[in-house]
């Protein structure tokens, strides 16, 4: 059935004052028989729910929420939802700590903008609240026009869904996350698999199952290929990194590839301790000897496959001994890694955001996914499967018009957006973040003048060049952030200030990721008059639309209108917190990947293009190609001789969430101080000891961290953390929480690569010196 007009019939039926048809429930595969939301237990209530931001994750684990009194007491694992069965990591653990800090914003707040900067906010209601926004932005759309207002979110939570509708009311096209230098997290991959599989695929873990492991349709993955991404620590973009280990055991072997010997790596049968930016290199060459020995599927490229006769020939050059000079790596092991890969039942990849934070990691993601398809890991027990948003409901991955269709009026200008200067970024309809800097800095293409900022901390953590955005932000005309605290960016430049809600202070939604719908379950009151993104959003949206767009009366309406085509209700999916769709394994087999029906893949050629057509509408080569970092020892020596080492950054810690946790006392004793990982030889090489303060520094700036000697880090290489700032020393000393002193991103540019997309926060150069104290 067409689920667009199923939309549209109900909310015709609604306009004329008639009760909309109900929308039969989908199949699902699990029971909810006995499955209870909420119940009594020792003096408990217990609301099971799914856990989401905020604070930020990228999952949705199961929860048991034990309220006493009005006040969360414990929370625990759901041992029943088959996403987590009963884990949590540390930060859901220490959930409370974040969820009662004294520092947690309780109430609106608004403060003149000569103050910028200064701990000079008032209390002010929520009506004066919308009130001030409503006039500052109707000011400024009125003298620069919509497109002059910049809507901006963070990484993946579960609010991002609903940031294009902030923007929708705007009547602005520029809504992205953020001073993420050319769209570096995840977008990058997103594309090359667009480009080159017609979708989103990822590793089979049997995530897709509701008896997960037990279920006899799903195999363990023979190997699973951990490159640029810690997954236990991480659990990043929907997966939960302990389903690697459940795998593991269930005969699951692991190829790594990273710098550093994390937890996964010393589990590997073979690791591949790259240079950083490097990894493009070594996904060709394991394809050249995947090729050399045979080992390609060849079935599944002739039935499934374009251009492989131009790939082959492409990487014929790109033998492991080139590669091993590259990437600094042993040749006999790359050699041994393709056979593994070549010679395995079935083999997938678990890609991390490394891939991204080079300048040209989309083009490592493309030589990645050239690797899966050689060896025919589509789409079978254990390989990459598709990723498609459960129920075609996600608001987080279609287009924005389709999910916030008649809920204000269409945004007019989109050919204003601002990405001109970039095909592939017009291609996903994202902004660029650098044009953004730039305009906000000179006004050209276009003056940038306000700003409504949701679950962004770009000084501390996200913004490449904070030495720019922080001006840039001072400069605005008008500036609106939404937070859990009181952050260095809020602090350096909010005129309107509004709490955000915790997730187990209101209701939502999951229906973010390809495996299960899922609700969020309100356990407690809010603090203060936090209230959730959401209602924050709809609420400052009814200042800029007409009652003609109103399709919900409350949050649990809001909810209700967006599952309208799945068949539930917010109250029912509540009832049952999970519901698994049905999952078929062969889709391209089947006709259900293509929008006409038809076998093979959503790609202009049908197939999977390991020769990309599109790549040419981009003025770049079709096949995938390796290039050196910008700034790199084999592309830099000039550089190199001044600053001889490799710098990537922000690898992820346990206990924080990019610049979240600092001020939870458990999360911080896990990781007190701003650290730079370094070998041992490399540091008595600069008369550096362990817990020494270290001066950072390259060719854009510097910083100041923490030595911490480790054997596991290639010598040539440091590893930085990213996103530091000191809560504790409260808001008043005129240093933003220290926001500049720890900055790793001082030393990196706001550049991305050449279609717009990637970032250099994993790939710089820098020399180390110890602070004499
Ligand atoms: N606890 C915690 N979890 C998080 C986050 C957090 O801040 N804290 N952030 C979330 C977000 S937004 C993201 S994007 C994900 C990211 O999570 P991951 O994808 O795991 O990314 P990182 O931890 O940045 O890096 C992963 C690994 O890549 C290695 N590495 C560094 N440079 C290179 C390189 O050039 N090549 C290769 N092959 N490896 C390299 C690092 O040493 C590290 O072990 O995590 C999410 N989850
Ligand atoms: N050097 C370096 N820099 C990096 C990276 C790196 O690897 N190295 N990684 C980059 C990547 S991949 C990413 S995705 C970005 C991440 O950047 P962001 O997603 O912007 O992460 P934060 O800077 O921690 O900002 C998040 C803010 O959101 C608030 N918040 C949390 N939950 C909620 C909520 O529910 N509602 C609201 N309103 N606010 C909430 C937090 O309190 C915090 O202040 O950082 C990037 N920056
Ligand atoms: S990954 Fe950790 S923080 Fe995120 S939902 Fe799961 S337990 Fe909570
Ligand atoms: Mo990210």
Not at 284 to 309: K, P, R, S, T, V
Not at 669 to 691: F, V
Not at 705 to 717: F, S
Not at 748 to 771: D, E, F
């Amino acid at each position: 059935m067409d689920e667009e007009r199923v939309g549209h019939e109900q909310l015709d039926a609604r306009a004329q004052g008639e009760k909309p048809a109900p929308v039969a429930k989908r199949e699902t595969q699990d029971d909810p028989s006995g499955r209870a939301w909420t119940w009594q237990e020792d003096g408990y209530t217990v609301v099971r729910s799914n856990a989401r931001s905020g604070p930020g994750c990228h999952d949705n684990c199961g929860v048991l929420m034990y309220v006493k009194d009005g006040v969360l007491e414990k929370i625990e694992g759901d041992p029943e939802n088959p996403y987590n069965q009963g884990r949590l990591c540390p930060r859901c653990l220490a959930f409370k700590e974040m969820l009662y800090h004294e520092d947690r914003l309780k109430y609106p707040m608004k403060r003149a903008k000569e103050d910028r900067g200064k701990n000079a906010f008032t209390r002010i209601t929520w009506d004066e609240a919308y009130d001030i926004i409503e006039r500052e932005m109707k000011a400024v759309i009125e003298k620069y026009g919509n497109e002059a207002i910049w809507v901006t979110q963070g990484t993946g939570r579960d609010i991002n869904g609903y940031g294009p509708l902030m923007a929708q009311y705007l009547g602005t096209p520029n809504y992205g996350t953020g001073f993420l230098s050319g769209q570096a997290c995840y977008a990058p991959r997103i594309f090359s698999t667009a480009l080159k599989a017609g979708g989103l695929f990822i590793c089979d873990y049997s995530q897709f199952f509701p008896d997960r492991y037990d279920d006899p349709r799903w195999e363990a993955p023979e190997y699973v290929l951990i490159w640029g991404n810690n997954p236990v620590v991480a659990n990043s973009d929907g997966t939960l990194g302990h389903w690697i280990v459940e795998s593991m055991k269930r005969g699951s072997k692991l190829i790594v590839m990273d710098p550093m010997l994390t937890w996964v790596a010393g589990k590997a049968d073979v690791f591949l301790q790259v240079r950083p930016g490097t990894d493009a290199a070594l996904a060709l060459a394991l394809c050249n000897q995947i090729i050399a020995d045979g080992l390609q599927d060849q079935e599944f490229i002739d039935y499934w496959c374009y251009g492989y006769d131009e790939f082959a020939e492409h990487v014929k050059g790109n033998t492991p001994a080139w590669a091993a000079e590259i990437c600094g790596v042993d040749e006999d092991l790359i050699v041994e890694a393709a056979r593994k890969i070549g010679n395995a039942k079935s083999c997938c990849l678990q890609w991390g955001v490394a891939m991204d934070h080079t300048s040209e990691g989309f083009i490592t993601g493309m030589a990645c996914f050239d690797l899966m398809a050689l060896t025919g890991n589509f789409e079978k027990p254990g390989t990459m499967v598709a990723a498609n948003p459960v129920w075609d409901m996600s608001v987080t991955w279609m287009p924005r018009d389709k999910v916030w269709r008649e809920c204000s009026e269409p945004v007019k200008d989109q050919g204003r957006t601002m990405n001109f200067d970039y095909p592939a970024l017009k291609a996903m309809a994202a902004i660029s973040p650098d044009m953004l800097l730039t305009a906000m800095e000179t006004g050209e293409p276009y003056p940038i003048k306000a700003m409504f900022m949701m679950q962004n901390n770009a000084i501390a953590c996200m913004g490449a060049a904070p030495q720019r955005i922080l001006p840039a932000l001072q400069k605005m005309e008008f500036n609106v952030v939404v937070d859990l605290f009181l952050t260095p960016t809020a602090l350096a430049c909010a005129d309107v200030l509004l709490p955000a809600a915790c997730f187990a202070e209101r209701i939502g939604i999951t229906g973010h990721q390809p495996y299960a719908l899922g609700s969020i379950a309100q356990a407690v009151e809010p603090l203060g008059e936090c209230k959730s993104d959401q209602r924050i959003i709809y609420e400052t949206g009814s200042r800029f639309t007409t009652d003609e767009y109103k399709q919900w009366d409350d949050e649990q309406g809001f909810y209700d209108y967006l599952l309208r085509n799945t068949g539930y209700s917010y109250e029912e999916l509540r009832e049952r917190t999970w519901a698994y769709p049905e999952f078929e394994y062969r889709k391209n087999e089947k006709g259900m990947l293509r929008p006409d029906g038809t076998v093979g893949f959503a790609t202009s050629t049908g197939r999977y293009n390991f020769y990309c057509p599109e790549m040419l509408h981009f003025g770049l080569s079709p096949l995938a190609t390796y290039e050196e970092p910008p700034e790199s020892p084999v592309s830099r020596p000039d550089l190199a001789e001044k600053y001889p080492l490799v710098l990537t950054t922000g690898a992820r810690p346990w206990g924080f969430f990019h610049s979240e946790h600092r001020q939870s006392p458990s999360m911080r004793r896990l990781h007190p101080n701003p650290e730079i990982r370094i070998h041992p030889e490399t540091a008595s090489k600069y008369g550096i000891a362990e817990g020494d303060w270290v001066h950072i520094e390259n060719n854009f700036g510097s910083c100041k961290q923490k030595a911490h000697l480790t054997t596991r880090i290639r010598k040539d290489t440091v590893s930085a953390d990213h996103a530091w700032w000191f809560p504790e020393r409260g808001p008043e000393d005129g240093t933003l929480f220290g926001v500049m002193e720890s900055n790793i991103n001082r030393l990196v540019p706001m550049r991305p690569g050449k279609v717009g997309l990637g970032a250099s926060y994993k790939s710089q150069l820098c020399s180390i010196s110890k602070i004499e104290e």
